[in-house]
């Protein structure tokens, strides 16, 4: 009978470490897809973070600032001539008349 118990006692072991191994793999597969993701959207901040600073540093540049103020205002300095080209006007498609079938230029050949 004691023996019986300990069998017992072992299964009931044995199923209760089973349960709790399955629940700490599954917390741990979480975990990582929880780190990769997190990863993942840090580098596209960074990237995100790049890209402004980058767009800051060209802003306050004073020679882009006055490039883009003289570009925005139609501003020229002394000395300077503006040059206003013309939008290029769409060139007309030219229609090619569709050839007669042979037939027909035979037809003409004979018949002229």
Do not use: C
């Amino acid at each position: 009978m004691a023996g019986y118990i300990k069998k017992i006692f072992f299964v009931l072991l044995v199923i209760f470490l089973f349960s709790s191994l399955t629940k700490n793999l599954l917390g741990y597969q979480e975990k990582i897809r929880f780190y990769n993701d997190f990863r993942q959207e840090l580098e596209k901040e960074k990237k995100t973070n790049l890209t402004l600073k980058t767009q800051v540093m060209k802003i306050s540049d004073p020679h882009e600032l006055e490039k883009t103020i003289r570009n925005k205002l139609n501003l020229t300095q002394p000395g300077e001539q503006t040059i206003i080209l013309p939008e290029p006007s769409p060139t007309p498609a030219i229609t090619t008349p569709t050839p007669l079938p042979n037939w027909q230029l035979w037809w003409q050949v004979f018949t002229r």
